[in-house]
């Protein structure tokens, strides 16, 4: 289930920085062919591939400890209850919240912050009430602000940013003002890649008493998150994105809020005690989780961040930086692209158009190549508004991509351009 | 490199770079656009139709060259057809660039329309092929205005 001592310490002895091989052959779905070549995967933004010790966390938990959780008194019961409150002390201490009950278990990221919006936003919010997001929103933090403006008549206001793909700071610092309730911002965008200051951004609504929702999505798999450090009120993430299984997340949120919060969805697990005249809610985070959660999906989440654990993530930070400004300068090497998003501050994030060829044509040549990467609007229409492209082609990394994937996407690029000459 | 020849056929790229009947028209007698909602595709097609006979057909608009080189070629090949002539067309272009055609169209007889035959080995692409066939089917049937692949 572990890596090997061996294993582990030639990863941590990084004096010569992380070589992305040594963790290669943990992760299986890198193995697959594509037509019969080998896969180079650039869609990590999207998804992550699974190491071998979450598919085995999974596995295990249905062959060994699978029950429902926090009710049977039987032995599975409280193997399946012991497992999943695991997962949540090691999602703690991964963002290092400080109690557990800061951890709630959600869908996703998605989830995260939609409940978020319909408790904290449909007590805190009325008419003429202001909720403050940004451009580079993912629609997953666009649409959950309107439908709970369109509901309590609130308005939503948006952060403008640049040509680079930066926000402007000083029309954020004019759009926060007294009826600003919430702020709801990206940590990484990701169509752009842009890293937020969102220490800064979040400090600055606190001076006004406004609270702040960040979404985690593409940060987490790429570098420590100390959420008491950025002392964000809320913040979500996804288990698929940081190389766990698709279907569990995570919503942090401070304590006192929470609990002042109403809860998000009715049923079992959520309640203290029922009665037809009335209804005591439970504690958080059980309040928010309503119903059986994905408990296998949990286990699985928890061997993620024990795997992530077993990295050194500072050098795996070079690695992918490295990886990111190779990607960039080989890019703008070829004739006729060009980077959509250029932000001074950028994680492993690369949209990008070919003058004359649709993103659609890109990726269905690539694919022939073996080459995953993302083409569409990424979830971000407003972005791709903004920059007055369709859509883009996206590629973005994780640690354990290589030089080879770089050289075979430029490659295949230059096969785009062949056949469209 | 074959299946991409299959796709990306000469006469598609032709389409993709030189659209024909592409631009605006100030007579149409019928406007609709067409949008995918996946690839951000988005077409207007419009029709002149005089009694049962589309008269002239054009369009406008951006997208892949999947989809532009297909609206492009259908102009093409509807001028002059019958409003039943253009609905026939309709179906046999739908079976051949979907999986279930193969062996069943005679893509010979279909003329340019053959081209798109290798779409079908590409099933996320066959939206794209046949955007401009909804479009168009959908103008033929005044009271839309707009369709969508989704």
């Given amino acids: ?421 | 490199m074959s299946d991409l020849r299959s796709l990306y056929q000469e006469i598609i790229l032709d389409h993709n770079k030189n659209p024909r009947n592409f631009g605006l028209m100030g007579d149409a007698n019928r406007v609709i656009e067409g949008y995918n909602p996946l690839c951000g595709d988005r077409y207007t097609i419009y029709l002149k139709l005089h009694e049962d006979i589309i008269e002239d057909i054009r369009f406008s608009g951006a997208g892949c060259a999947i989809s532009k080189a297909s609206a492009s070629v259908m102009t093409t090949v509807l001028k002059g057809k019958s409003i039943k002539d253009a609905e026939a067309l309709f179906e046999r272009f739908h079976t051949l660039v979907t999986k279930e055609s193969k062996g069943f169209e005679d893509a010979e007889s279909l003329g340019k329309l053959a081209a798109f035959a290798g779409v079908s080995e590409f099933p996320a692409r066959v939206k794209c092929a046949i955007l401009a066939w909804h479009s168009m089917k959908g103008a033929l049937r005044s009271n839309t205005k707009s369709v969508s692949t989704e």
């Avoid at chain 1, 294993?7 to 920085?17: F, L, M, P, V």
């Avoid at chain 1, 071998?52 to 429902?68: G, H, K, L, M």
């Avoid at chain 1, 202001?130 to 993912?138: A, C, G, Q």
Wanted: hydrophobic residues 40%.
């Fill in chain 1, 1 to 421: 289930m572990t890596n090997t001592l061996i294993h582990t310490d030639s990863r941590r002895s990084g004096e010569r920085g992380f070589d992305p091989m040594s963790v290669r052959n943990d992760f299986p779905a890198l193995a697959v062919l594509v037509k019969g070549k080998p896969l180079v995967y650039l869609d990590n933004a999207a998804t992550t591939h699974k190491p071998d010790s979450v598919i085995d966390a999974i596995t295990r938990f249905y062959s060994t400890e699978n029950s429902n959780i926090h009710r049977g008194v039987h032995h599975l019961s409280e193997l399946a209850t012991e497992a999943y409150e695991a997962s949540r002390r090691k999602v703690q201490r991964f963002v290092n919240a400080k109690y557990p009950q800061e951890i709630v278990f959600v869908r996703g990221t998605t989830e995260g912050i939609n409940l978020v919006a319909q408790t904290f936003g449909r007590v805190g919010l009325k008419e003429g009430d202001e909720v403050v997001i940004s451009m580079m929103e993912h629609h997953s933090n666009i649409v959950p602000w309107q439908m709970i403006c369109d509901q309590t008549g609130a308005v939503l206001r948006v952060v403008p940013m640049d040509g680079r793909g930066e926000l402007i700071q000083e029309e954020y610092l004019k759009l926060l003002g007294k009826r600003t309730k919430i702020v709801a911002l990206t940590h990484v965008s990701n169509a752009l890649g842009t890293v937020n200051p969102i220490r800064e951004m979040i400090c600055q609504a606190h001076e006004l008493g406004i609270s702040v929702l960040i979404d985690g999505a593409q940060a987490v798999a790429h570098g420590h998150v100390d959420v008491q450090a950025l002392d964000c009120d809320f913040y979500a993430f996804s288990s698929h994105k940081m190389f766990g299984p698709t279907g569990i997340g995570v919503l942090y949120g401070k304590r006192e809020l929470l609990e002042s919060m109403p809860p998000y969805q009715g049923g079992g697990d959520m309640i203290k005690s029922v009665t037809f005249s009335k209804t005591v809610y439970n504690d958080p985070p059980h309040k928010f989780e309503a119903g059986t959660p994905h408990i296998a999906g949990a286990s699985g989440l928890g061997a993620a961040i024990d795997y992530l654990g077993g990295l050194k993530m500072e050098a795996i930070a070079v690695h992918e930086n490295q990886m990111l400004r190779d990607l960039t300068s080989n890019l703008l090497d070829l004739h006729g692209v060009s980077i959509v998003g250029t932000a001074k501050e950028k994680s492993g994030v690369v949209s990008f158009t070919i003058e004359g060829i649709h993103p659609h044509d890109v990726g269905t040549i690539l694919n022939e190549e073996g080459i995953a990467v993302r083409t569409g609007h990424h979830c971000a229409q407003p972005v791709m508004d903004f920059y007055g492209v369709p859509a883009t082609v996206r590629a973005s990394i994780a640690f354990y991509n290589t030089k080879v994937d770089i050289e075979a996407l430029i490659t295949g690029i230059k096969t785009v351009q062949k056949v469209f000459h």
